[in-house]
């Protein structure tokens, strides 16, 4: 939809469009001009070669690329049609514009082009006038509005019109040929019948036609409407039980035709590529708020949607009745359409909307991930798009599992998926919980070896290798979250943050609880011992709080956040959150360098002037301890959730890691300086630090080899919490140094030409007078940040320490 403003509209400039219409126009004369040469080179040629196979072909031929070039001059001259009729349309809106603001500029109106707003002037509201004045203005600025809707309405109708007009990447201007799609058509259906047996030529015609032409609007939309979304799901599962898949190395099964599954992995990919192109919506909105949509005339309608929910919330049969090997009785139609939802590039209106109905039935049978094995053939596998070489790869029975790979490269998708349904109850969050999140991230079972297919070869397998299962598709959820949380940030992505952070806490099993369980019920763990999230997704809750690294420390205080535009969250939830997301390496040391890079930023605003021109040194200071304050409980309620894990793993730790503690926080000078440095040039005002600030510096640290965040090394309490406050201080301290603030350096610190030489440039000797320094002229300055940081750091852990225990002994939850 446009986002077209009155400004824009002000600005428009319609010799641009006229110019791009006059090349529009240029195309077409020579597309007409080449399409006259065709027709003389081959009207003569049913003559010249009258009779064979051959001239049959040569004159279809011919005949195609006519239709070819006159439907790419129609849409040559179309596309220069429509480029001049916006530039017409859009310069007549401009001028009903100016008009409008000449008329109420003449009348003694203020009026604010970019907020939109009409200011009459105090004189009007004198003498009794305050009604008149009211209406007037407020008809000047309806009339400005209705203005900017018809330019939005005429912007998207143009967009629309080019949608249908300019050419695929495929074929060009023109669509698949009519006999191509005839004759996919023709092979889709004899398929979709199990009891059909395909020659090896037509399956290969098939995948042909498919990848030739299964990006182009005509063709998927003609073949996927004539099957219907029953057939789609038909033709699908029909197409999976063409090869079985036994256990072990499919290279080994003289019963194994790697040339069929890869037929069969083609054509999969290839429905679910037809599947994209035909429901990308290219149609037109209408209405005063765009409310009303019509579909493209190439763009399959809801209905067909809301009938494909239909089919896949029922069952079918898939598979030969004559053959009992590759027959399947009461599959659920979702579990069909799962392999064609791994394509990442599905409009997200379509996979919020599917998507989310495939999670609404599962939590509507109550039966948790088992619903799909209901139903299950033996060596039979639903979904060859992902391989089939490794036994661990899902067979396709869970549809979820496909749905979290798509919604994993789709973040529109998951947010509007996750936040489209709200629960309403007396103990959640003011607007209300998310159900299907809640669901996902705390209730459902992800267990791997549950999609696999049937069969005792199979069940013999999982008893020897059931460890080697790990669901990928966990993993893919988290990426999921942190697309929809950070892809575009505002009010629905924070609520996701909300949501993710209230649901993990409030959950029976975070509180110590058996699954489903009450208060009451007897414990069945505490915090050290409980996975408040699941480890495979802790990497992507990890950068989704580095990316939310300013909410993070507004929310991690006892006070509430003191902007509108960060997320409100309990603070015992978020530091049971953060101490949780400590026990995994990785995560802690995303979280921590995201939290120095912040705070570097924030003492820079603060040192630099920026933030209060007019503060003194002292001042400063005394800001200075309220970021210290934030950082130390950030840093200190991640380092309480790696003592946690160390003191849960400390007997393998020897056997799992071999590499130092100074290798495990080698990264603290680099980043000390990287951050400082990194701040100062990057943040040009106080308005710039915002949300995705951290991530953004780390990135740029991390390609030029200065943070290892990759580095994994053994947990040891005493020298992890060490190096957590050295850290602490020591961005404090070079925050101080780089300012230029600090009075009475001594001479030594100063270069040749008069700046200061960097810390890393220091001999033996600097080193010395920096720390004299610090205790004796700079004591009242750099000593007492640095005390204050190391308090704000241990008051931070233990503070992590008592909300944590004071939750799982029954406190706030």
Same mark, same amino acid.
């Given at each position: 939809m446009s986002e077209m403003t009155l400004t824009a509209l002000l600005t428009f400039d319609a010799g641009p469009w006229h110019a791009a219409a006059d090349r529009w126009r240029q195309l077409a004369r020579g597309i007409d001009k080449s399409t006259d040469q065709l027709i003389r080179g081959t009207r003569d040629l049913a003559h010249a070669w009258p009779d064979g196979a051959g001239s049959v072909a040569a004159a279809e031929e011919a005949t195609t690329l006519r239709a070819a070039m006159d439907n790419s001059y129609s849409r040559a001259n179309r596309a220069r049609e429509?480029?001049?009729q916006h530039a017409y349309s859009m310069t007549a809106l401009r001028q009903q514009a100016e008009n409008i603001l000449a008329t109420a500029r003449t009348a003694g109106y203020t009026v604010d082009t970019v907020t939109m707003t009409i200011t009459a002037p105090a004189s009007a509201y004198l003498g009794g006038d305050v009604d008149r004045t009211g209406r007037e203005t407020g008809v000047l600025l309806n009339d400005l509005r209705s203005v900017v809707e018809y330019a939005r309405a005429q912007d998207d109708e143009t967009a629309a019109s080019m949608n249908e007009t300019v050419p695929s990447g495929r074929t060009g201007f023109a669509p698949a040929p009519p006999h191509a799609i005839a004759r996919a058509e023709e092979l889709a259906r004899k398929l979709?019948?199990?009891?059909?047996? $395909?020659?090896?030529?037509?399956?290969?015609?098939?995948?042909? #036609?498919?990848?030739l032409h299964g990006r182009d609007k005509v063709f998927a939309y003609t073949i996927l409407h004539a099957l219907g979304p029953e057939g789609l799901l038909e033709l699908n599962g029909t197409l999976a039980t063409y090869q079985l898949d036994h256990p072990g190395k499919d290279a080994d099964d003289i019963l194994f035709s790697r040339n069929t599954a890869d037929m069969v992995r083609d054509l999969q990919n290839g429905l679910g590529v037809m599947l994209d192109t035909a429901?990308? $919506?290219?149609?037109?909105?209408?209405?005063?708020?765009?409310?009303?949509?019509?579909?493209?005339?190439?763009?399959?309608?809801?209905?067909?949607?809301?009938?494909?929910?239909? +089919?896949?919330?029922?069952?079918?049969? /898939?598979?030969? $009745?004559?053959?009992? +090997?590759?027959?399947?009785?009461?599959?659920?139609?979702?579990?069909? #359409?799962?392999?064609?939802?791994?394509?990442?590039?599905?409009?997200?209106?379509?996979?919020?909307?599917?998507g989310g109905d495939i999670v609404d039935f599962e939590m509507e049978q109550g039966r948790n991930s088992d619903l799909w094995r209901a139903a299950g053939g033996d060596n039979v596998r639903l979904d060859w798009t992902q391989g089939h070489d490794d036994n661990t790869t899902p067979a396709g029975y869970d549809p979820v599992?496909?749905?979290?790979?798509?919604?994993?490269?789709?973040?529109?998708?998951?947010?509007?998926?996750?936040?489209?349904?709200?629960?309403?109850?007396?103990?959640?969050?003011?607007?209300?919980?998310?159900?299907r999140l809640d669901y996902l991230l705390t209730d459902r079972d992800w267990n791997a070896t549950t999609d696999l297919p049937g069969g005792p070869g199979w069940t013999a397998e999982v008893m020897r290798n059931g460890e080697d299962y790990q669901n990928g598709a966990l993993h893919d959820f988290g990426v999921a979250l942190e697309r929809a949380t950070t892809d575009t940030p505002g009010p629905e992505a924070r609520r996701l943050v909300e949501a993710i952070i209230f649901e993990t806490n409030v959950d029976e099993q975070a509180m110590g609880y058996s699954d489903?369980?009450?208060?009451g019920?007897?414990?069945?763990?505490?915090?050290?011992?409980?996975? #408040?999230?699941?480890?495979?997704?802790?990497?992507?809750? +990890?950068?989704?709080?580095?990316?939310? /690294?300013?909410?993070?420390?507004?929310?991690?205080?006892?006070?509430?956040?003191?902007?509108?535009?960060?997320?409100?969250?309990?603070?015992?939830?978020?530091t049971r959150f953060l101490a949780d997301l400590g026990k995994d390496q990785g995560a802690h040391q995303t979280i921590a360098s995201a939290e120095a890079v912040y705070a570097a930023g924030m003492y820079d605003q603060i040192l630099s002037g920026r933030q209060n021109p007019d503060a003194d040194l002292r001042a400063n200071l005394d800001a200075m301890r309220v970021v210290s304050h934030n950082y130390g409980s950030?840093?200190?309620? /991640?380092?309480?959730?790696?003592?946690?894990?160390?003191?849960?793993?400390?007997?393998?730790?020897?056997?799992?890691?071999?590499?130092?503690?100074?290798?495990?926080?080698?990264?603290?000078? $680099?980043?000390?300086?990287?951050?400082?440095?990194?701040?100062?040039?990057?943040?040009?005002?106080a308005g710039d630090l915002v949300n995705g600030f951290a991530g953004n510096v780390l990135s740029d640290l991390e390609e030029s080899a200065q943070i290892d965040n990759q580095g994994r090394a053994t947990y040891e309490v005493g020298a992890m919490l060490g190096a957590s406050r050295t850290a602490a201080v020591d961005i404090t301290e070079m925050s101080l140094y780089h300012s230029g603030r600090l009075e009475n350096l001594p001479v030594t610190l100063f270069g040749p030409d008069g700046n200061l030489t960097p810390p890393d440039?220091?001999?033996?000797?600097?080193?010395?007078?920096?720390?004299?320094?610090?205790?004796?002229?700079? #004591?009242?300055t750099v000593g007492k940040a640095a005390t204050d940081t190391a308090e704000s750091y241990q008051s931070g852990y233990d503070q992590a320490r008592d909300l944590t225990l004071k939750a799982t002994n029954g406190g706030t939850k």
């Open positions: 429509v480029m001049d979709r019948d199990p009891t059909y047996q $395909p020659t090896a030529a037509e399956l290969d015609e098939l995948r042909d #036609l498919v990848r429901t990308e $919506p290219s149609g037109t909105r209408g209405g005063p708020r765009g409310e009303d949509y019509v579909p493209g005339r190439y763009e399959l309608p809801s209905q067909w949607v809301t009938d494909l929910m239909a +089919a896949g919330r029922g069952r079918m049969d /898939i598979g030969d $009745p004559a053959s009992p +090997a590759r027959y399947v009785e009461d599959v659920y139609g979702y579990q069909l #359409l799962g392999p064609l939802l791994h394509n990442g590039g599905l409009d997200p209106g379509f996979l919020s909307t599917v599992n496909a749905l979290m790979d798509g919604l994993s490269r789709n973040g529109d998708a998951t947010r509007d998926l996750l936040t489209g349904v709200t629960r309403h109850s007396s103990d959640g969050p003011e607007g209300g919980r998310l159900p489903g369980g009450t208060p019920d007897g414990r069945t763990g505490e915090f050290t011992d409980i996975d #408040l999230i699941k480890p495979e997704m802790r990497d992507s809750m +990890a950068t989704i709080m580095s990316d939310y /690294i300013v909410d993070v420390n507004q929310n991690i205080a006892a006070g509430q956040p003191t902007t509108s535009e960060s997320f409100r969250v309990d603070q015992t939830h978020l950030v840093l200190g309620t /991640i380092d309480f959730g790696a003592s946690l894990e160390h003191h849960a793993t400390s007997e393998e730790l020897d056997e799992k890691h071999n590499t130092s503690v100074e290798d495990r926080y080698r990264v603290i000078g $680099p980043l000390v300086e990287g951050t400082v440095g990194a701040a100062a040039s990057r943040i040009p005002g440039k220091w001999d033996e000797d600097q080193r010395l007078d920096w720390q004299e320094y610090k205790g004796g002229r700079g #004591l009242d």
